[in-house]
């Protein structure tokens, strides 16, 4: 089973920045998809931003320019930056992930408990 862990949600002031990182852990042999999602009150949950193993980025058009995701393949962690961010950007904010666990055996949807963002003046 793989445990996902969200931090560095919080309130801001539009404008400003916030960085979100998700951790995994369990028995973990490889994580081949990392993704950020996002759920506004009374909203479907939607792609923030992915960062795939070989680098491949891909990002929503609402974010681009503004948000950065990267990875850190050691730690089995994913980082979104967000910057100039507006108020439509607050949301909860989930990470996922897909790999591969020690056994062999393939996993996917893994989620992540979420963070708050709010983005208010």
């Known amino acids: 089973q793989v445990q996902l862990v969200e931090s560095g949600g919080g309130l801001v002031q539009p404008g400003g920045s916030l960085r979100l990182s998700c951790a995994a852990s369990?028995?973990?042999?490889?994580?081949?998809?990392m993704g950020w999602y996002r759920q506004a009150s009374g909203k479907q949950r939607d792609l923030v931003a992915h960062?795939?193993?070989?680098?491949?980025?891909n990002y929503a058009d609402s974010v681009k320019g503004r948000f950065t995701i990267s990875r850190d393949n050691a730690k089995n962690t994913v980082y979104l930056q967000m910057n100039s961010l507006k108020p439509e950007d607050t949301a909860v904010y989930y990470c996922?992930?897909?790999?591969?666990?020690?056994?062999?055996?393939?996993?996917?949807?893994?989620w992540g408990q979420g963070t708050q963002v709010t983005v208010s003046s």
């Open positions: 960062i795939i193993s070989d680098g491949r980025i």
């Open positions: 369990g028995s973990i042999f490889s994580i081949n998809y």
């Open positions: 996922n992930v897909h790999g591969v666990y020690s056994t062999g055996n393939y996993f996917s949807g893994a």
